[in-house]
């Protein structure tokens, strides 16, 4: 994913880990991609694709901010290199800037839109709020009505906090509503950072190393059976009327696992670094959740892209996921499933005292478990050419035989 306006935002979400990423730059800072960077980054990448449709991935902060001629000049930059391939885009924003010149442009140009918003009012404004304090709901659903009636085509991203993972069936029932057909459920996990990120200027910690101390999770990090739970719960009613009408992510993962597809999604991966970050001055990072100065693997300008991502640095940072997998995940019934899911989130020691525990472990084992039989029916289903919907009249026909 590439983030042109780099940590900069218009909003001060209270868990926001990305607002910080400011501070690891020089003061002063222009947080603007260059118009070389750019076009470097736009060349590279295409050139770099061995396949006739290319997606790029645009992210910030808030990418809005730096206005719609901006984006006139990348669609333009894009199809300057596309050399005959087709050419899609996405865009992740909080959909406070949108107006109807946005939505005419992302229309006209097949944008896919990722929409930030975490439930109900209540829900969403407990955290998503802007500079100001004030709260967003309003603005964010103001934007997603101008999204729908400019017929663009738009998914929503929720992070489940211990807030709103509290109501399960309000968030999802509320998104249904307003008329997302793919979403997306982001596990909230943020440390309190140690005395030395803390001096640093830092507001969380680092991922995790082999010599960090244990360090507490945030208060609004959503704990791991309530996690568990949530999920359970949203698929527990998804299952019986919404198969094949609304796409969650998380249910659609676990039926490419289930079915031997696969994953789809490196949380779940054997092995992960394919999912780099390119901040706004063209430095390109293992991963999104990795941006830090260790984890840096080069610059557009001084290095291809290519070099750096088959680098063997980058090879090291995928391949470790699995090598320090604890052998208590390895023992694991749904380690088929999980295979320890993030980085990120391995700060936990399992019980037997290995490090690396997942610290979502119980959340995932819950829901993996849960999930099992009816993963199991829908894999049949499409083994037999038939739609996986096709589950909610088998679960129908069995509560009417068994009232």
């Known amino acids: 994913m590439a983030k042109p306006v780099g940590p900069i935002c218009n909003l001060s979400c209270e868990y926001c880990y990305y607002l910080e990423k400011e501070k690891l730059f020089p003061k002063g800072e222009?947080?603007?991609?260059k118009p070389d960077v750019l076009e470097s980054y736009i060349q590279q990448y295409i050139s770099s694709q061995q396949t006739d449709e290319i997606t790029f991935a645009w992210q910030g902060g808030e990418p809005t901010l730096l206005g719609l001629d901006y984006f006139k000049q990348i669609v333009a930059l894009e199809k300057k290199h596309a050399d005959g391939r087709r050419i899609n885009n996405t865009l992740q924003t909080n959909g406070t800037l949108l107006n109807k010149d946005w939505c005419r442009f992302f229309g006209d140009h097949d944008f896919l839109i990722g929409l930030s918003i975490d439930g109900p009012r209540a829900l969403h404004d407990a955290h998503r709020v802007d500079r100001g304090g004030k709260p967003t709901f309003d603005r964010v659903m103001h934007g997603l009505s101008l999204l729908k009636a400019h017929e663009v085509e738009f998914n929503t991203l929720t992070v489940v906090s211990a807030t709103n993972a509290t109501q399960p069936l309000a968030v999802y029932d509320f998104l249904r509503e307003v008329?997302?057909?793919?979403i997306q459920f982001i596990p909230l996990v943020e440390r309190l950072p140690s005395s030395e990120s803390r001096e640093a200027g830092l507001d969380f910690a680092e991922p995790p190393g082999p010599d960090q101390p244990e360090l507490?999770?945030?208060?609004?990090?959503?704990?791991?059976?309530?996690f568990?739970?949530?999920?359970?719960?949203?698929?527990d009613a998804w299952v019986r009327r919404d198969v094949g009408k609304v796409y969650v992510q998380m249910f659609d993962v676990s039926l490419g696992i289930w079915s031997d597809v696969g994953p789809g999604l490196c949380l779940f991966l054997p092995d992960c670094g394919e999912a780099l970050a390119l901040e706004h001055n063209g430095d390109l990072y293992s991963?999104?959740?990795?941006?830090?100065p260790k984890y840096k693997l080069g610059n557009v300008m001084n290095d291809s892209?290519?070099?750096?991502?088959?680098?063997?640095?980058?090879?090291?940072?995928?391949?470790?996921?699995?090598?320090?997998?604890?052998?208590?995940?390895?023992?694991?019934?749904?380690?088929?499933?999980?295979?320890?899911?993030?980085?990120?989130?391995?700060?936990?020691?399992?019980?037997?005292?290995?490090?690396?525990?997942?610290?979502?472990c119980a959340g995932y084992r819950k829901f993996f478990n849960?999930?099992?039989?009816?993963?199991?029916?829908?894999?049949?289903?499409?083994?037999?050419?038939?739609?996986?919907?096709?589950?909610?009249?088998?679960?129908?026909?069995?509560t009417e035989g068994l009232a």
């Open 30 to 33: 222009n947080f603007r991609m």
């Open 179 to 182: 008329g997302s057909g793919y």
């Open 216 to 226: 507490p999770v945030t208060d609004w990090s959503v704990r791991p059976l309530m």
């Open 228 to 235: 568990g739970n949530f999920l359970t719960t949203i698929f």
């Open 287 to 292: 991963c999104d959740h990795f941006v830090y």
């Open 305 to 360: 892209i290519v070099a750096m991502v088959n680098s063997a640095a980058q090879e090291d940072f995928g391949k470790a996921k699995s090598r320090t997998l604890p052998n208590y995940c390895r023992q694991c019934e749904v380690r088929y499933a999980c295979n320890g899911e993030c980085p990120k989130h391995r700060f936990l020691t399992t019980p037997d005292g290995e490090p690396g525990l997942n610290y979502l």
């Open 370 to 398: 849960h999930v099992d039989p009816y993963m199991r029916t829908m894999t049949q289903l499409l083994r037999a050419r038939k739609p996986p919907a096709e589950i909610m009249d088998m679960l129908r026909q069995q």
